[in-house]
């Protein structure tokens, strides 16, 4: 950053990566113009075998195209709502693989679970309130930690703090409106996607989420409950999101016939 601040503004082009927004922030402060520009648009440049220099001289091309497409920076709230998605969705995968753990070893002694998380959380608060099933003491200890850790995943708090920001955005309560697309969903797209003015035309912002992904989040509230691979959608939060907003709530949602 040292060698930045002491260059004449400049412009400065970038791979988008995890990263390069805070450093694009950082740069613009200094009154440089950064661009950051998707891996996938920065690979056609690349003549020769992937080395630092090949991807800077790539990159350099790139940046001097006057087609060329580019990310908008992540603002620092945008990439705080998303730091809050992707906790959420850690939980979840993880509270549904150690539920499911927990099912198949004691399936192994005749014990059954029923399907879903919400019920092997209830048979691990039984558990945890002395009733133990009739298995060796050994997996009883095991059985413990186990329970003691899926009882502990509690995921609530993060929708709280998702419901509380959709209250104050107004395009996440914008796109609440939606049929089919609640606080979670909105929160994810806004973070994801920030400013729409970038997009010149829908075609262009189709390619954030994928265009399925976008077609099933239009018709979410009257498709039928089934499962749609969506192979081109780039955010896994928001395709998880999009893809489940439907399926909630079309039983509470009607259309004028």
């Not at 690349?46 to 991807?55: E, L, P």
């Not at 990439?79 to 693989?97: P, S």
């Not at 002395?130 to 009883?140: L, N, S, T």
Request: contains cysteine.
């Amino acid at each position: 950053m040292q060698f930045f601040t002491n260059l004449e503004p400049c412009l400065i082009g970038m791979e988008a990566c995890g990263s390069s927004h805070y450093r694009a922030r950082e740069l613009s402060k200094l009154g440089h113009d950064v661009r950051l520009i998707p891996a996938n648009y920065v690979k056609p440049y690349v003549k020769r075998g992937k080395s630092d220099a090949n991807d800077a001289e790539a990159i350099c091309e790139a940046v001097t195209r006057p087609t060329m497409r580019f990310a908008a920076i992540k603002s620092a709230e945008q990439q705080a709502v998303l730091f809050l998605h992707r906790a959420r969705d850690l939980i979840v995968r993880q509270r549904t693989k150690l539920s499911n753990m927990l099912r198949s070893l004691l399936a192994e002694f005749g014990v059954i679970i029923q399907q879903g998380t919400g019920a092997a959380v209830k048979y691990a608060k039984d558990v945890l309130e002395g009733e133990k099933p009739a298995i060796p003491e050994f997996a009883i200890d095991v059985l413990s930690q186990f329970s003691h850790q899926l009882v502990a995943m509690r995921f609530r708090w993060h929708e709280m703090r998702m419901r509380l920001h959709s209250k104050l955005g107004k395009r996440v309560m914008l796109l609440r409106t939606i049929p089919g697309v609640g606080p979670v969903t909105a929160s994810a797209i806004v973070a994801t996607v920030g400013d729409a003015k970038q997009f010149v035309h829908s075609t262009v912002f189709q390619h954030v989420g994928g265009q399925q992904c976008w077609t099933l989040l239009a018709f979410a509230a009257i498709a039928p409950p089934i499962d749609i691979k969506i192979p081109t959608c780039h955010h896994r939060c928001m395709k998880i999101f999009v893809q489940n907003s439907g399926r909630q709530d079309q039983n509470r949602i009607t259309f004028p016939v």
